[in-house]
């Protein structure tokens, strides 16, 4: 199995940046995605950034030209860079890894979350 640290969360006002870091342990030589959801209050969790281990990204087109992920795959780290931030983008933010590389499925495990607050 994978264990999954998330930091990086906090309240912030609208336009500000925060970064998001995924820290992995356990089993995670085959791991392939690494990823990024959220949760805003009341609504489901939906897809944010994800990240293969060959460095390939996909987006949410909410978030495209102001979030960036990035990997460090010799510290079994992942980073999400937000910019520009939002009041919509007010969320618990999940870390997530999928063994598979295809985002048609839900990941394998997440993290306890990490709560975003943006303020107007």
């Known amino acids: 199995q994978v264990q999954l640290v998330e930091s990086g969360g906090g309240l912030v006002q609208a336009g500000e940046s925060l970064r998001l870091s995924c820290a992995a342990s356990?089993?995670?030589?085959?791991?392939?995605?690494i990823g990024w959801y959220r949760q805003p209050p009341g609504k489901q969790r939906e897809f944010v950034a994800g990240?293969?281990?060959?460095?390939?990204?996909r987006y949410a087109d909410s978030v495209k030209g102001r979030f960036a992920i990035s990997r460090d795959n010799s510290k079994n780290t992942v980073y999400l860079q937000m910019n520009s931030l939002k009041v919509e983008d007010t969320a618990v933010y999940y870390c997530?890894?999928?063994?598979?590389?295809?985002?048609?499925?839900?990941?394998?495990?997440w993290g306890q979350g990490t709560q975003v607050t943006v303020s107007s």
């Open positions: 997530s890894v999928r063994y598979g590389s295809s985002y048609a499925v839900l990941p394998d495990y």
């Open positions: 356990g089993s995670t030589v085959s791991v392939n995605i």
């Open positions: 990240i293969s281990s060959g460095g390939s990204t």
